[in-house]
């Protein structure tokens, strides 16, 4: 089988800031419930309220309601938010790709990245490539963390990430706070934690000539959503890292905030909220960051590990190249090795759309196509 090679290094030669962006617009959402039922509309959407400190991360652990997602779901909720908007609108959803944030993060990282790997499937319709992860190579590298041995005095890989979603318990209300009583609030360290609901934004944006429409699960809503659908909304990302003490941890930090940013800055999140726990998973103080002001900080400030130009400049790149690579229906494999320098694109499957592509949007979209013709 024949493969295409996009070459990372060197990433020097996607330097400068002539990229031109497309700024990340809300054109539809979704909502999973704690039992992950999917409904159109926003019935999940979550308010920002700072979480009293110090805050114990480790409370309710026990109780952890914890969504089994080995099963693969494909790109099926963002499918019907498409059909259903295309139903309400009268005008097809044009774009170049379609897939989740989670996707375009790792490739927005991938020049700053070398050690992580990934997979993902694909396939073109009707001039657009859509994009999903490969589940069974998710689903291999989750194995992997949960068997990592953790140095001695340092939390399981599991109670870690009951902290993230313990802090987005503690950081939110699921009213406005106007509304909300003061039981409400201050009971939030009780709540079993659950992480089955989510709000999901599915937003139009682009880089350079490839339009995509992407979505991806926000926290949280620093106000309200805005009456007018032009205007910009303040959603928040909540996160937690471990506090710096050295140059070591800030090294690892600003490691972080490449994917803290990326993840923000592909959905138009302005606001990021840091938690900084200590090594007991106690949280002592918060950090607001403003998304946009992140990479020049980085570079400023920072030991300078990563560049957003450069994340940028080669996302453009190789969507341009993939765009010009994926031209034809089959199920494609797009492959990046742990370490390696190169993203590989190869067809796994003839013809079809694998599973990537539910059986209501493809006859959907043949309908459609032959009404508007």
């Known amino acids: 089988m024949s493969r295409a090679i996009f070459d990372i290094q060197p990433v020097n030669r996607f330097g400068g800031s002539n990229t031109t962006i497309r700024r990340p617009k809300e054109i539809a959402c979704f909502s999973y419930d704690q039992d992950r039922h999917f409904a ?15 805050a114990d991360l480790n409370l309710g652990f026990d109780t952890f309601q914890k969504l089994n997602d080995a099963a693969d779901e494909h790109l099926d909720a963002l499918l019907d938010t498409i059909i259903a908007l295309e ?43 859509f994009i999903e992860e490969n589940n069974a190579y998710k689903n291999q590298q989750k194995e992997i963390q949960r068997n990592q041995r953790m140095p001695p005095g340092m939390a399981s890989q599991e109670l870690m990430m009951y902290w993230g979603y313990k802090f987005e318990v503690l950081s939110v209300l ?30 139009k944006t682009g880089m350079g000539s490839v339009r995509m429409v992407l979505g991806g699960e926000v926290d949280a809503v620093w106000d309200c959503k805005p009456e007018r659908k ?26 972080k905030l490449l994917k803290f940013w ?19 998973g106690i949280v002592h103080r918060l950090e607001e960051l403003d998304t946009a002001s992140i990479p020049g900080k ?23 190249w993939l765009k010009q690579t994926i031209k034809t229906d089959g199920t494609w494999r797009i492959r990046k ?26 006859t959907w979209r043949s309908e459609f196509a032959s009404a508007l013709n």
């Open 230 to 255: 032009e205007d910009p909304i303040h959603w928040v990302e909540l996160k937690t890292s471990a506090e710096i003490r050295n140059d070591r941890d800030m090294f690892k930090y600003e490691r």
């Open 87 to 129: 139903k309400d609108t009268g005008k097809k959803c044009e774009a170049d790709i379609v897939t989740w944030r989670g996707m375009m993060t790792k490739i927005l990282t991938a020049p700053f990245d070398m050690m992580n790997g990934f997979e993902m499937n694909a396939t073109c319709f009707q001039g657009t490539i």
């Open 337 to 362: 090795l742990e370490k390696s320098h190169v993203i590989e694109v190869f067809k796994v499957e003839e013809s079809g759309h694998g599973d990537i592509l539910s059986a209501a949007f493809t």
């Open 174 to 203: 699921r009213k406005p706070w106007d509304s909300t009583s003061r039981a409400e609030i201050e009971g939030r360290q009780d709540e079993v934690v659950n992480n089955s609901a989510q709000y999901c934004s599915v937003v």
């Open 298 to 320: 980085v570079k400023k400030v920072g030991k300078g590990s990563w560049d957003g130009n450069i994340c940028i400049n080669f996302a453009a790149a190789f969507l341009e």
């Open 40 to 54: 159109l509309g926003d019935a999940s959407i979550a308010y920002y309220y700072p979480p009293s400190l110090p």
């Open 262 to 280: 990326a993840q923000s800055f592909l959905l138009g999140v302005p606001k990021i909220i840091v938690g900084f726990r200590d090594q007991q």
